[in-house]
């Protein structure tokens, strides 16, 4: 199906970016990261609204921005929750949240799967959270806290709703192009930006963190295109939780690019995943 390879390409390509985006913030601040990624990603997105345009639709474009907000705003609360505690707490919590809601929302507002896509639901679901469980690097202690979980939550709900809002824009048109993904992207920087004149951060990215802001915007925004043309093709509480196995690309990155110990779970995780894909498929 059509739309089990945009969702899957789109998590497959956010994999990548959030990879880059994680190597580019370790020798910078997330938000001039974040900020400066999206800013370099815009040619690119001018490119792909011409390609694919669309008279502007207002009610899309609207829903679009809101993704936009809750989008930036649940990366900020990733990185701030993950300089609190161990990513073996947060990444799980975070990435199930992120599926876990839309699929929600799809199920209430009438959506009905066939059992079997039901089940690749849940399998994505479990794929998520075991790939997400990173061994704690040596001598690190995993503290968790209330504090900690609730922030990692927090950045699940964004993402979340940046899934939700998202697919809500390409259902309001009969085309709306590629505008909301415009309109998101606009949010996101209206809203860092105004974060960063409020905060003044001075670790700006340079050298190789600035090489890998450069890979991490233009990946994360066709991400973002992927993910709105599949929702355009299927279910929202099928093409998210497919969509949210982005982890599943940032495990294998960090096993061949940084030699990182992968544990038996993250294993059976990834076999989940292709489950997940079959199961959806069928």
Known sequence: MLFVALAGLSGLVWGFGDFA?????????????????????????????????????????????????????????????????????????????????PVVVGLISGERPPPLQLVGVVCALAAIALVSLAPPRPGERVIVTARLVGTAVLSGVGFALFFVFVARAGDVAADPGLWPIAASQSGALLLSGLLLVITRPG??????????????????????????????????????PLAALYPVTTVILAMIIDHERVRSLQIAGLVLALAALLLVAT
């Not at 669309?54 to 907000?69: E, R």
């Not at 649940?74 to 701030?80: Q, T």
């Not at 993950?82 to 876990?100: E, N």
């Not at 890979?215 to 925004?221: K, R, S, T």
Request: glycine share 10%; net charge positive; aromatic share 10%.
């Open 21 to 101: 985006g994680g190597k580019a913030a370790q020798g910078a601040g997330a938000l001039p990261v974040t900020w400066l990624s999206k800013m370099v990603s815009l040619p690119l997105l001018a490119l792909f609204v011409a390609l694919m345009y669309q008279p502007i639709d207002p009610t899309s474009v609207g829903w679009g921005a809101f993704a936009g907000c809750f989008g930036v705003l649940g990366a900020i609360l990733f990185y701030r929750a993950l300089a609190q505690g161990a990513m073996t707490v947060v990444a799980p919590v975070t990435a199930v949240t992120s599926a876990a809601i």
């Open 203 to 240: 670790n700006w990215p340079r050298g190789i963190s600035l090489r890998w802001t450069v890979v991490a915007g233009p990946l994360d925004m066709s991400a973002n295109v992927l993910y709105l043309l599949a929702t355009r093709q299927a279910d929202l509480s099928l093409v998210a």
